[in-house]
């Protein structure tokens, strides 16, 4: 029987609601944890209460049923980006994939069975349909006999006593001192191979990854239908994948060092030093002298200065943008709107007409202006938010505009359209909007803009690795190189020392690029050349009296 801590009894169970939550096929109901677990529901109420303000999981106010969180995907995500096991073997996972065809595993010994920690997909149609997470047993897996193998003879001798060797198909091993027979020939040849021992139609080779005394530390494998995977082919994919594994374990051992870097390089914000999934819409407020920002999808207003304080909203929607009045920091998302005060007292209100805001710009007098995207007719509309929370209308763009900023004079007002490389420049003078920049795929996708003192727009290019400064009729005439690839929203302070402030996203960047990436998610400070400028607060914010 598994011993109890003394006073960990409502973490267990908070446990026991998270994989109950997590391996459900849909949504799960309050009632529903009632008949699973037999637990009142005034315990589950407080549990799901705690784990849903922490971000671990979701309400639905509709439904009134809870589902994962995105605070687990941010968690992933920094499991994926470490410099350790996964990041390192990743690469060579993918070229063992690239070269035979075949699905690619690795996994790690947790408890008495192998955890599978990563999966890359081969490209034919018939595949293994193992996922990531799941549990397998080590008697009949290529990967968990690869591990014991290696093992000291105590520490297999412990395991063999606590495995129940359930048969999984009639080629599963049941007998222990078959199993350590096995062993002995897995040690000699350095691989494994579960000859359809855990699913029927599946043949896998396997082997063990080591660290410097020998000792597994994780183990890979190769997958495959059996008329693929044969016998014979077998003989020659089993060196193969050992090879592999040795090639990552040398890895471990001695990773490569990052390139230096001058000492200009952007850095990392020092006040904020969680990576966001996908940073956006940051704000200077020069009365409080920080900057708010959001966390789209892990969802959360942030306000960073010496240090970060975080808000969420009350049911997790995706943040759309982020603006200040003299009062508060606000963000727009979904229709809600989040109100955070100097003391870190927050209040929401909710507009319906607001749902599909998009982005939002302030002028130099004030005003705030919203853009609004009608999916059915394919347009956006712009103009000034009121303070009843509709649009009055001063604009229309058949393009999803994604990003705006206004110009210092409040002559002009910009805004980009990511998917199409186009940055439009509005004028009150004119109902017609006018391209003033298209910018090429190749040096990425135009989304958070900025201004400078100068006049001169800034856009952050997306999957470009950098930021730009365009000249008055489009062109790129200066670009800062950053550490990342994917930059999403530009603010400069209002010092004049060309502090500009950078978001990024991390959220599906592959595990290679994450490797060469780590400040992906990271909110940045970049030294421009030129003297910034900061839009003002809000006058006010929809629904202030």
């Not at 011993?3 to 949504?27: E, H, M, N, W």
């Not at 409040?410 to 017609?432: C, D, E, F, K, M």
Request: glycine residues 8%; hydrophobic residues 40%.
């Amino acid at each position: 029987m598994e011993k109890t801590i003394p006073g960990t009894a409502l973490l267990r169970k908070l446990f026991v609601v998270l994989d109950i939550v997590g391996q459900s096929p849909g949504d799960v109901t309050v009632a529903g944890l009632s008949s699973q677990t037999g637990w009142p529901r005034a315990t589950l109420y407080r549990i799901l209460s705690a784990a849903t303000a922490h971000g671990f999981l979701r309400l639905d106010p509709r439904s009134n049923t809870y589902t994962l969180g995105f605070r687990f995907i941010e968690l992933a995500q920094n499991v994926w980006s470490s410099g350790d096991l996964v990041t390192t073997a990743s690469l060579e996972l993918r070229r063992l994939r690239d070269i035979t065809g075949e699905t690619t595993h690795l996994g790690v010994l947790q408890g008495d069975q192998m955890l599978a920690l990563g999966k890359f997909e081969g490209p034919h149609p018939h595949k293994d349909a193992a996922r990531l997470g799941i549990r397998k047993p080590l008697h009949s897996t290529s990967q968990g006999k690869a591990v014991l193998a290696f093992l000291p003879e105590h520490d297999v001798e412990a395991l063999i006593a606590r495995m129940n060797f359930r048969s999984s198909t009639k080629h599963s091993i049941t007998d222990p001192d078959l199993l350590r027979s096995q062993l002995r020939i897995i040690r000699q040849r350095g691989y494994a191979i579960d000859d359809e021992e855990a699913a029927i139609g599946t043949r896998c080779v396997g082997a063990p990854i080591l660290d410097s005394t020998g000792r597994p530390v994780a183990a890979i494998s190769l997958a495959g239908p059996t008329y693929r995977v044969t016998n014979e082919r077998v003989e020659r994919l089993g060196p193969e994948v050992a090879q592999v594994a040795h090639d990552i374990a040398q890895l471990l051992r001695n990773p490569v060092p990052a390139p230096a870097h001058p000492a200009d390089w952007p850095a990392a914000h020092p006040g904020h030093r969680d990576p966001a999934l996908h940073g956006v819409s940051p704000s200077w407020d020069a009365g409080r002298q920080c900057l708010h920002w959001a966390d789209r999808f892990a969802p959360r207003l942030h306000s960073s200065e010496a240090t970060t304080r975080a808000h969420g909203f009350t049911s997790e929607v995706a943040i759309d943008a982020v603006g200040h009045t003299s009062r508060h920091a606000v963000a727009f998302a979904k229709g809600a709107l989040l109100l955070v005060d100097g003391d870190g007292l927050a209040h929401e209100r909710r507009f319906e007409p607001l749902k599909n805001l998009t982005c939002l710009a302030v002028r130099a007098d004030g005003t705030p202006f919203g853009a609004i995207y009608c999916e059915y007719e394919a347009r956006t509309k712009i103009g000034t938010i009121a303070p009843s929370g509709e649009i009055v209308e001063s604009w229309s763009l058949a393009a999803h505009v994604e990003h705006m900023v206004w110009s210092p004079d409040g002559g002009a007002l910009y805004a980009s359209v990511p998917q199409r490389g186009l940055i439009y420049s509005l004028t009150q003078a004119s109902p017609n909007p006018r391209i003033l920049a298209r910018i090429s795929k190749a040096s990425g996708e135009p989304h958070g803009l900025a201004v400078d003192a100068d006049g001169r727009l800034w856009v952050a290019l997306y999957d470009g690795w950098s930021i730009a400064r365009l000249t008055h009729v489009g062109e790129i005439d200066h670009v800062i190189a950053l550490p990342v690839p994917r930059p999403t929203g530009l603010a400069f302070s209002d010092g004049s020392d060309g502090t500009l402030h950078v978001t990024t996203a991390r959220m599906d960047l592959a595990r290679e690029v994450l490797e060469n990436a780590p400040l992906s998610g990271r909110l940045l400070t970049v030294k421009a050349p030129v003297r910034g400028t900061a839009p003002p607060p809000m006058n006010y914010a929809p629904g202030d009296g």
